[in-house]
């Protein structure tokens, strides 16, 4: 007998929607934090619409801002703007808010079923043909019949399986900037993407209420000075009256790299873990969103009221995400080179233009 059905590692996106997803399957399921909530995490919070419907409980009272007008540069040159009005328009969230608020959604509709246990570090122990079993704080051991690894970029679970052995990371910094009112009021239904302001990169600047900017740099590859870009960006971008403080902070990106296996028998990947992240834009949060829904449903087809077995439950995972998340990840990695090596202006023209290809849209 295991201590619980399933052991969900990590409460960002991915690990949150899937204890969600698994609340009322009346699995006992246990979410195992390093941190504790509300934890920080950089991000610009800029998810498309749709995304909502991703999630199975109403997300306004964490929603930040919703920004009906994307701007679009190509190196501060080129003007863009793209309208996507009413529910279509990107959402934006505060990270602290948005994961810790879907955690509590969680443990609310579980019933009991559900339960969070924060400062645990947990370190993957092993997987046998019954169980999967995780120590916490380096003394004590807790076993479930499946473990979803939701542990982000560097995650732990991921390389003691030797899953994803070739990871590819972009670096992305952000700054949270406080500015005046004025400055806020302005600009605070714009969200502004410079595409190409930095050599294989790309700069932001997501409004978030109340008064906060949400302004960062993107690197698709390691030998940039991010600080420095970040700092040419700001300046060129935002009037410095305008900025009463700002905190920097910095993060590695996992790109998406083709159909790879996630999963193995018990354990199953999901979001930054299992590299769900669009590989031009960076975009990351709808996928940890699906993903941790899609190990959600592998769980429940293969080990619910059925008695069915639950050896499957990793191909099915796999298949499901194979179908569902990496047929498009698939098709902007064909981007990826187009747009940050080989001929960014062309993709630009193309695609951009045409709006083939934006991120933060559906
Ligand atoms: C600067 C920056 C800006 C970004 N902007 C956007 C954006 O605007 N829109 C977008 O869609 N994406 C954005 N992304 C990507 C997005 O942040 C990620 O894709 C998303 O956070 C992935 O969610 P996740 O749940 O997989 O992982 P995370 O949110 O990273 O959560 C992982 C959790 O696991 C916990 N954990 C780690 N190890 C352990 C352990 N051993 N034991 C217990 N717990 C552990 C961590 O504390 C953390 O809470 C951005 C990324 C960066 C770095």
């Not at 793209?82 to 609310?108: C, M, T, W």
Request: with cysteine; aromatic share 8%.
């Amino acid at each position: 007998m295991t201590d619980f059905d399933v052991i969900i590692v990590g409460s960002g996106p991915a690990g949150g929607n899937a204890a969600l997803e698994l609340a009322d399957t009346g699995l006992r399921t246990l979410i195992l934090e390093k941190s504790e909530l509300p934890r920080n995490k950089p991000c610009g919070g800029a998810m498309p619409g749709s995304a909502q419907n991703l999630v199975d409980v109403d997300i306004s009272p964490v929603i930040a801002n919703r920004t009906p007008v994307i701007k679009l540069y190509n190196n501060y040159d080129d003007e863009l703007h793209l309208s996507s009005p009413g529910e279509n328009a990107p959402v934006l969230v505060r990270r602290n808010e948005f994961d810790h608020y879907l955690i509590k959604q969680a443990i609310e509709k579980g019933n009991g079923a559900v339960v969070l246990r924060e400062n645990c570090k947990v370190v993957l122990e092993n997987e046998t043909d019954f169980a999967v079993n995780v120590s916490v704080n380096e003394h004590e051991v807790i076993t479930a019949k499946l473990l979803i690894a939701a542990d982000g970029a560097n995650s732990r679970i991921a390389s003691k399986l030797g899953l994803l052995p070739h990871r590819k990371f972009a670096a992305a910094l952000e700054s949270e900037i406080v500015t005046t009112h004025a400055h806020y009021q302005a600009h605070s239904d714009v969200m502004l993407m410079n595409l190409f302001c930095l050599r294989h990169g790309y700069g932001w600047i997501f409004p978030k209420e109340p008064n906060t900017l949400s302004c960062g740099v993107g690197v698709w590859g390691n030998h940039i000075k991010l600080r420095n870009e970040l700092k040419l960006f700001i300046e060129r971008s935002i009037p410095k009256s305008a900025i009463a403080s700002e905190e920097k902070q910095g993060w590695p990106i996992p790109i998406y790299q083709g159909y790879e296996a996630i999963s193995t028998q018990r354990v199953l990947l999901v979001g930054d873990a299992a590299a769900l992240v669009d590989p031009v834009s960076g975009e990351g949060i709808r996928y940890a969103l699906h993903s941790g829904k899609l190990a959600a449903a592998a769980i429940t087809r293969n080990l619910g009221d059925s008695g069915a077995s639950h050896t499957t439950v990793g191909g099915t995972y796999q298949k499901l995400v194979d179908n569902e998340i990496g047929v498009d990840l698939l098709r902007k990695l064909k981007f990826d080179s187009l747009a940050f090596r080989a001929s960014p202006d062309y993709f630009y023209n193309t695609f951009v233009k045409s709006q083939k290809n934006l991120p933060y849209t559906d």
